[in-house]
């Protein structure tokens, strides 16, 4: 069994930054690609961004320029650092990773259990 476990969510004020974090733990043999969605109250999850294992890194639109993703594959850990972080990135942030337990088996996508992240105007 595999587990993402996120950290760093909080409150902010606008123009503020947090980093958020995501260790994985359990049978891993490889991690793909790693991620971060969002979830804001009655609006559905969206991509945020993500970074395969060899560090190419995909971002939407609204948080280009402002937030950063990065990964330490020894440790299994995703990163995002969000800057000049605005009212509207307020939301429920969730780790996803794709891994495989042994070098034949197949992929699957873990999720995390969501972090929050208010941003105050």
């Known amino acids: 069994q595999v587990q993402l476990v996120e950290s760093g969510g909080g409150l902010v004020e606008a123009g503020g930054s947090l980093r958020l974090s995501c260790a994985a733990s359990g049978s891993i043999f490889r991690i793909n690609s790693m991620g971060w969605y969002r979830q804001a109250p009655g609006k559905q999850r969206e991509l945020v961004a993500n970074i395969s294992n060899g560090g190419s890194t995909n971002y939407a639109d609204s948080v280009k320029g402002r937030f950063t993703i990065s990964r330490d594959n020894a440790k299994n850990t995703v990163y995002l650092q969000m800057n000049s972080l605005k009212p509207e990135d307020t939301a429920v942030y969730y780790c996803?990773?794709?891994?495989?337990?042994?070098?034949?088996?197949?992929?699957?996508?873990?999720w995390g259990q969501g972090t929050l992240v208010t941003v105050s105007s």
């Open positions: 996803t990773a794709l891994v495989r337990n042994c070098l034949l088996c197949p992929y699957f996508e873990v």
